[in-house]
């Protein structure tokens, strides 16, 4: 399929590819897991359970790593080709440039397609085993961990403070609940309470709900500033909800792209039916959160190539100026290329923009900037 030539330009892009790949998970996971470790420590966590979630979260980042493993990978490979006259040895030799590319333009295009099918269910259901793990972990220090005068924030969003507990029945009273959730947050006082723990799947997914007496409930929104008091004698307020929640709704990212699809129609039928314009706003940007998750996912599998067709040619081109320059001009599209998608994300957020268009900006922008640093070739070899 490929000469000699290829073959070798390929072995010449897989090595930095793969140590790139390896340091860049590595990092992540390492800087993920000192939150992790204390964690780990209080709760007794058992060492196969711990390697479990890191290998979850490893898998998880797969995404963002391999473009940034791409880029990287191709420009440093072709840049040593290139600083050792290899490159223009090959052009002698009658290669054209296309053909030199070709086997990493095979090779990413198996990646790009490999990570989005790992996207559409994999990915998400990891993200979801590694939150349900942490779920199970922050569900038994909850029910152990909570002192009498002393503010609880193990879980993240929420910040418990009870006057007295009963270490034996876990009996709460004098509590004051602060949350925060999307757009708003609650400060809820109660005379007494107590924290029931259940499974609502098989997995044995817990969930762990604060049964509350005899108090009230302080919303403020944060869009309006507007407040609303409540006052009860009996609330369940879910600090731990199961399926990847953690103190907050599910968030996109848990979910596969089938989920994504039915969650967009049921979310679109509701803000349909609702005559409500707070709710219909809500349901809004519910709908515009779970597009960009959806097609973001897209996007990124089309980013490997993006960054395989930029890093090839500012790899052979930056060989030609001042070292230093030829780096920081590399470093530049990639800031410019975060810049241009988050800038999409942006003007879907304020209903500027479709979702589709929003995330697909940076695509024909960055297709335009690869094929005209790909001609430049020709001008500095």
């Given at each position: 399929?490929?000469?000699?030539?290829?073959?070798?330009?390929?072995?010449?892009?897989?090595?930095?590819?793969?140590?790139?790949?390896?340091?860049?998970?590595?990092f992540l996971v390492i800087f993920y897991a000192f939150r992790l470790v204390g964690i780990m420590?209080?709760?007794d966590v058992q060492i196969i359970d711990s390697l479990k979630m890191l290998m979850y979260l490893a898998v998880g980042f797969f995404p963002t790593v391999f473009p940034l493993s791409t880029y990287f990978g191709i420009n440093y490979s072709m840049s040593k080709l290139s600083e050792d006259s290899e490159f223009v040895a090959m052009r002698s030799f009658g290669m054209s440039k296309f053909k030199i590319l070709l086997p990493v333009l095979i090779f990413t295009t198996v990646l790009?397609?490999?990570?989005?099918?790992?996207?559409m269910n994999l990915?998400?259901?990891?993200?979801?085993?590694?939150?349900?793990?942490?779920?199970?972990?922050?569900?038994?220090g909850v029910l152990t961990d909570i002192q009498p005068g002393q503010?609880?924030?193990?879980?993240?969003?929420?910040?418990?403070?009870?006057?007295?507990?009963?270490?034996?029945?876990?009996?709460?009273?004098?509590?004051?609940?602060?949350?925060?959730?999307?757009?708003q947050f609650k400060v809820i006082t109660a005379e007494k309470g107590i924290l029931l723990k259940e499974f609502i799947d098989k997995s044995h997914t817990p969930s762990l709900r604060l049964h509350l007496n005899n108090g009230n409930i302080l919303i403020k929104n944060k869009l309006n500033k507007d407040y609303q008091k409540i006052l009860f004698k009996e609330y369940d307020f879910p600090l731990l909800k199961g399926g990847?929640?953690?103190?907050?709704?599910?968030k996109e990212q848990f979910k596969t792209n089938t989920e994504l699809l039915h969650y967009?129609?049921?979310?679109?039928?509701?803000?349909?039916?609702?005559?409500?314009?707070?709710?219909?706003?809500?349901?809004?940007?519910?709908?515009?959160?779970?597009?960009?998750?959806?097609?973001?996912?897209?996007?990124?599998?089309?980013?490997?190539?993006?960054?395989?067709?930029l890093g090839f040619s500012?790899?052979?081109?930056?060989?030609?100026?001042q070292s230093s320059k030829g780096g920081l001009l590399s470093f530049l599209f990639l800031v410019l290329y975060y810049l241009v998608y988050f800038t999409g994300v942006g003007l879907i957020k304020k209903g500027i923009v479709s979702a589709e268009i929003g995330s697909f900006m940076v695509v024909p922008i960055f297709l335009f900037i690869g094929i005209y640093q790909y001609k430049k070739i020709d001008w500095k070899v």
């Open positions: 399929m490929f000469n000699r030539m290829q073959y070798y330009v390929l072995s010449r892009f897989i090595t930095p590819f793969v140590v790139g790949s390896v340091f860049f998970v590595c420590i209080s709760r790009s397609i490999l990570v989005f099918v790992m996207n990915i998400p259901n990891y993200q979801k085993l590694f939150k349900n793990t942490m779920l199970k972990m922050t569900a038994k503010f609880f924030n193990d879980i993240p969003g929420n910040i418990l403070y009870a006057k007295d507990v009963d270490q034996k029945t876990r009996q709460m009273k004098k509590l004051l609940l602060w949350s925060e959730e999307n757009d990847g929640q953690v103190g907050k709704a599910s967009i129609n049921s979310k679109t039928m509701s803000l349909n039916n609702s005559k409500n314009i707070s709710i219909k706003k809500s349901i809004t940007k519910e709908i515009w959160l779970a597009k960009i998750a959806y097609w973001g996912r897209f996007v990124g599998s089309l980013q490997i190539l993006l960054f395989t067709l500012l790899g052979i081109t930056n060989s030609r100026s």
